[in-house]
T-cell receptor, first 116, second 112 residues
Framework: GAGVSQSPRYKVAKRGQDVALRCDPI?????LFWYQQALGQGPEFLTY????????KSGLPSDRFFAERPEGSVSTLKIQRTQQEDSAVYLC??????????????FGNGTRLTVT | DAKTTQPTSMDCAEGRAANLPCNHS???????VYWYRQIHSQGPQYIIH???NNETNEMASLIITEDRKSSTLILPHATLRDTAVYYC?????????????FGKGTKLTVNP
């Protein structure tokens, strides 16, 4: 079946612009995660949804970062007033319901954001 | 912070077994060990996970020591396509989520 889909694949923004990154999780997956990956580093956790509820946003680096999942399926990560340090790959992952820590996350291929 | 330590890099000859070690000395009793790998320009790919028993699937084997303080991922017959960064992760609870906390991983290079 289809995996996690992210769009756009690449995004170039001028400093100060707002951007919106989309994630389509695997159908039926209730858990959804956003990660940020800087060049040469491992992915870093940003935020977590269970259905439409945002249960953990401890990794969001500033109030310029905002994520939503209004109907418990598609999610959008929005970055306002982008800065150069926001340049990174943004990864989305989803996981099926019911098995908690015993359930692997499935990642998309990410959106590469470049802020100029 | 990541709860695991891995070597920065390793090399392996094509066709030989690749054994990737991981230390997780502070692991708690109900925390799983997960392995992912990441090939350039792709998202992390799930390989295998376990709690305390050894596990095997079509991709790899996971050997967890009896005290659970370390584990080894085994790729039985490495190919050039196995060249990637391999992440050993202890799945962390708390904060309302079941997130994976990545470290820096091991860069595995499979040589012809």
């Amino acid at each position: 079946g289809a995996g996690v889909s992210q769009s756009p694949r690449y995004k170039v923004a001028k400093r100060g612009q707002d951007v919106a990154l989309r994630c389509d999780p695997i159908s039926g997956h209730v858990s959804l995660f956003w990660y940020q990956q800087a060049l040469g580093q491992g992915p870093e956790f940003l935020t977590y949804f269970q259905n439409e509820a945002q249960l953990d946003k401890s990794g969001l680096p500033s109030d310029r970062f905002f994520a939503e999942r209004p109907e418990g399926s598609v999610s959008t990560l929005k970055i306002q007033r982008t800065q150069q340090e926001d340049s990174a790959v943004y990864l989305c992952a989803s996981a099926p319901p019911g098995t908690g820590y015993n359930s692997p996350l499935h990642f998309g291929n990410g959106t590469r954001l470049t802020v100029t | 912070d990541a709860k695991t330590t891995q070597p920065t890099s390793m090399d392996c000859a094509e066709g030989r077994a690749a054994n990737l070690p991981c230390n997780h000395s502070t692991i708690s009793g109900n925390e799983y060990v997960y392995w992912y790998r990441q090939i350039h320009s792709q998202g992390p790919q799930y390989i295998i996970h376990g709690l305390k028993n050894n596990e095997t699937n079509e991709m790899a084997s996971l050997i967890i020591t009896e005290d659970r303080k370390s584990s080894t991922l085994i790729l039985p017959h490495a190919t050039l396509r196995d060249t990637a960064v391999y992440y050993c992760i202890v799945r962390v609870g708390g904060g309302g989520s079941e997130k994976l906390v990545f470290g820096k991983g091991t860069k595995l290079t499979v040589n012809p």
